[in-house]
T-cell receptor, first 111, second 115 residues
Framework: QKEVEQNSGPLSVPEGAIASLNCTYS??????FFWYRQYSGKSPELIMS????GDKEDGRFTAQLNKASQYVSLLIRDSQPSDSATYLC???????????FGSGTRLQVQP | EAGVVQSPRYKIIEKKQPVAFWCNPI?????LYWYLQNLGQGPELLIR????????DSQLPKDRFSAERLKGVDSTLKIQPAELGDSAVYLC?????????????FGPGTRLTVL
């Protein structure tokens, strides 16, 4: 069973702080990793993709990948109340184009 | 560029009734996915199409679910008959298989309630 594990939260951070979201996956051969943001009642929105070890930055978002430890994380700098949402980690396992999702971490940014 | 389009957005039916969902992917995207999302869970794949061919349908409950993607563009997902446990959000996503990015983009979803 290929799994993606996330802490369900809620993760509560004050406005302006750094929010750190983590995800672990079970298949060491995985190559592609994604973070989706999902507001309540809405569909998942792709915010970051990462394919190689290290960091990838896009605006206030940084994705970090460590294949040896099989984890991927998402940092949100200068968190805003509008960042309050559920963040889904998704992994593309070898030989499978469809994504395997974690259950998501709910982030609450307190004004 | 228009995103993935789905209809209807909401559907309420009695159990044992049939229901159908429609999806139009992003223009030019040759891979189409149907996912199911239960409350508090991540999406789970039901079926994946590459062009008009279903290439991954191992998670589709074939006794009551069916899907088609005629002409390799629009797709329809059908449930007949619906059961109470089918209440969920049905998400359609698409991607462009010719790129190495494998990024998938979701439509707004159809929220199904079975009474």
């Amino acid at each position: 069973q290929k799994e993606v594990e996330q802490n369900s939260g809620p993760l509560s951070v004050p406005e302006g702080a750094i929010a750190s979201l983590n995800c672990t996956y079970s298949d060491r051969g995985s190559q592609s990793f994604f973070w989706y943001r999902q507001y309540s009642g809405k569909s998942p929105e792709l915010i970051m993709s990462i394919y190689s070890n290290g960091d990838k930055e896009d605006g206030r978002f940084t994705a970090q990948l460590n294949k040896a430890s099989q984890y991927v994380s998402l940092l949100i700098r200068d968190s805003q109340p509008s960042d309050s949402a559920t963040y889904l980690c998704a992994v593309q396992y070898p030989g499978r184009r469809a994504l395997t999702f974690g259950s998501g971490t709910r982030l609450q940014v307190q004004p | 560029e228009a995103g993935v389009v789905q209809s209807p957005r909401y559907k309420i039916i009695e159990k044992k009734q049939p229901v159908a969902f429609w999806c139009n992917p992003i223009s030019g995207h040759n891979t189409l996915y149907w996912y199911l999302q239960n409350l508090g869970q991540g999406p789970e794949l039901l079926i994946r199409y590459e062009n008009e061919e279903a290439v991954d349908d191992s998670q589709l409950p074939k006794d009551r679910f069916s899907a088609e993607r005629l002409k390799g563009v629009d797709s329809t997902l059908k449930i007949q008959p619906a059961e109470l446990g089918d209440s969920a959000v049905y998400l359609c996503a698409s991607s462009l298989v010719s790129t190495s990015l494998h990024e998938q983009f979701f439509g707004p979803g159809t929220r199904l309630t079975v009474l």
